[in-house]
């Protein structure tokens, strides 16, 4: 039986069913286990339990659960509306400078929290109504949130490349590093953008209005300065811990996740609803990576162990004549097209047997390859018809701002994200010299 035919009858199996409404993790492993059984016998039942220990025996795993309690302790809390109380009171002033401050308060969330959920939805309840209120342009604010909020994927703590470390084995420590010099470059490419549009349209993002700045003493200004450096702090403690060596991964996160909770505890708003609700949100998504991470290692032994990726190569290089950025090209195209209809993890845990090692025989590095992967699944987040980001901000946004408005949001965000993806690709240094310089220290 040929290479081509295995891959064909695995990948369509999985996309028949996935159309039918199963559960991702259930779909992926019962076609591992199924294609398994078929091309093996009874003896191939050992390989999806073996892929069950690899989960288990893989100790980074622990980190998702803090993280995730971490970020939304903090925003359950109410921390995350001082944070943009802060950026409200201090960029106010500058023209566009509600939305440059929404951009900053989505990279802090980001950053405390490893996931896009939070960032969207504190930055259609806070944000997005603060702004409306204020006189900005509501189609121009919406995309700022939309993309701002894409960048907690990204930025570390990122859970996704987490789940990307776990799924191609490399280090996530590695991979964290590498987030940083695009996530921050993506952000200052949207700062940009909308600051030289708020000076040529200075309607669409007014400043603060004078009698509202004169209410504002320095007092206030500090008190908030320092309220919202509170969970920036913490970052910067759990990292610096990590990054010294001081802590491992799991410890840090493991801080990260009690100082989180202490200063909910000290801003008076630990309550039993905020942690029943945190503890609660944070179970499910660890679940779910959980089970995910399961069935794409029971999918990708089976695959693995046929050879079929270097079929695959021999198909593409030789056989079709593609060059490796052809292919590295098409990789991306398809992960943009899939997040159209599927999420981050979804798509990883589907195309990973087939497209990690094939990058990696075809010389590219890994790391930065996660790197594009992720962003790609931004971009992804923003496309319609049924981008993640697009149905998540049309269920949080006012009653005013319509599904038109939404998708008429995202076009000048999407190809500002196009256009970052292929600064990286065309200087990879971006995200691989913060990597390379760890370790050589």
């Excluded at 894409?150 to 990307?164: A, H």
């Excluded at 600064?423 to 240094?429: E, G, S, T, V």
């Amino acid at each position: 039986m040929s290479s081509e035919f295995i891959t064909l009858f695995m990948f369509g199996t999985m996309m028949v069913l996935l159309f039918t409404g199963q559960r991702v993790f259930g779909v992926i492993g019962f076609v591992g286990s199924a294609a398994a059984l078929w091309l093996w016998g009874q003896g191939s039942f050992e390989m999806p339990f073996n892929a069950s220990f690899q989960v288990l025996n893989w100790y980074p795993l622990i980190t998702v659960p803090f993280f995730v309690f971490m970020g939304y302790m903090l925003s359950e809390s109410g921390i995350a509306t001082g944070l943009y109380r802060m950026f409200h009171v201090w960029f106010g002033p500058v023209r566009g400078g509600l939305a440059l401050g929404t951009i900053g308060l989505m990279v802090l969330i980001a950053a405390l929290n490893g996931l896009s959920v939070a960032g969207m939805a504190i930055g259609a309840t806070i944000a997005l109504p603060q702004l409306l209120r204020h006189g900005y342009d509501k189609v121009m604010v919406t995309g700022v949130i939309q993309a701002g909020s894409s960048l907690g994927i990204l930025i570390p703590p990122s859970v996704v490349l987490v789940l990307f470390a776990m799924i191609a084995r490399q280090p996530v420590l590695d991979l964290w590093l590498a987030g940083v010099g695009p996530g921050l470059l993506m952000a200052v490419v949207f700062g940009i953008y909308v600051y030289i549009r708020c000076l040529v349209q200075p309607d669409i993002g007014p400043a603060l209005p004078a009698e509202e700045r004169a209410q504002i003493t320095r007092a206030e200004k500090y008190r908030l300065l320092r309220q919202g450096l509170l969970p920036l702090a913490i970052f910067f403690i759990m990292m610096g811990l990590f990054m010294s060596g001081t802590t491992s991964l799991v410890e840090s996160s493991a801080v990260g996740a009690l100082l989180a909770t202490l200063a909910a505890w000290w801003g008076g708003n630990l309550n039993r609803k905020v942690f029943e609700d945190s503890t609660r949100n944070t179970l499910g998504i660890s679940c779910m990576f959980m089970w995910i991470i399961l069935g794409a290692l029971c999918f990708s032994s089976v695959y693995d162990g046929l050879g079929a990726v270097k079929a695959v190569k021999t198909l593409l290089i030789d056989t079709w004549e593609f060059s490796p950025w052809t292919v590295l090209s098409l990789m991306l195209l398809s992960f943009i097209v899939m997040g159209m209809f599927l999420d981050d993890t979804a798509m990883l845990v589907i195309v990973a047997p087939l497209y990690i090692p094939l990058v990696k025989s075809l010389g590219f590095n890994p790391i930065w390859f996660g790197i594009l992967y992720t962003i790609t699944c931004q971009i992804a987040y923003i496309t319609p018809p049924f981008g993640y980001n697009l149905f998540l901000m049309r269920a949080m946004a006012p009653p005013e701002v319509t599904l038109v408005d939404i998708y008429r949001s995202i076009i000048p965000f999407f190809f500002l994200m196009v256009l970052s993806l292929i600064i990286i690709m065309i200087f990879p240094q971006i995200a691989l010299w913060l990597p390379e310089f760890y370790k050589g220290q």
